[in-house]
């Protein structure tokens, strides 16, 4: 039986979660996606800042959930959702969220995170 890691933040891999204080917006295929002003932006060690968006702020009718799944030794297990605009394209596995995240990154819970490459977020 193997066993996952499971690390917690330090001075040499530092996250930092806090409310992002600004208006933020996500398309995908140049539909609204998501619209909030109570996204967190998580800072994790040298990575670019990351938009986590609560769920509610987003439109579920276009989710739909994926079989992808990751795990982060930081974070916990991820689970996925694609995209399918009202115009009918799919965007797979452009959301990410940590349903059960480890207890340093609590605050993430209920929310979703989007892949930039696939999405485009917004902070206005």
């Given amino acids: 039986m193997s066993t996952r890691p499971i690390l917690q933040p330090t001075e040499q891999h530092p996250i930092t979660i806090n409310p992002t204080g600004r208006h933020v917006s996500v398309r995908v295929n140049g539909e609204l996606v ?11 060690s040298t990575y670019a800042a990351v938009q986590y968006i609560p769920l ?5 009718n276009l989710l739909r959930p994926t079989d992808t799944a990751t795990y982060c030794p930081y974070k916990g297990d991820a689970s996925y959702f694609s995209v399918v605009t009202s115009a009918g394209a ?3 596995d452009v959301i990410w969220t940590y349903e059960l995240p480890y ?5 993430i819970a209920g929310h979703v995170a989007f892949y930039p490459d696939k999405a485009e977020v917004i902070v206005d």
């Fill in 34 to 44: 998501a619209d909030t002003d109570n996204a967190l932006t998580l800072q994790e």
């Fill in 56 to 60: 509610s702020d987003v439109n579920r």
């Fill in 90 to 92: 799919t965007i797979d």
């Fill in 103 to 107: 207890d340093a990154v609590a605050a």
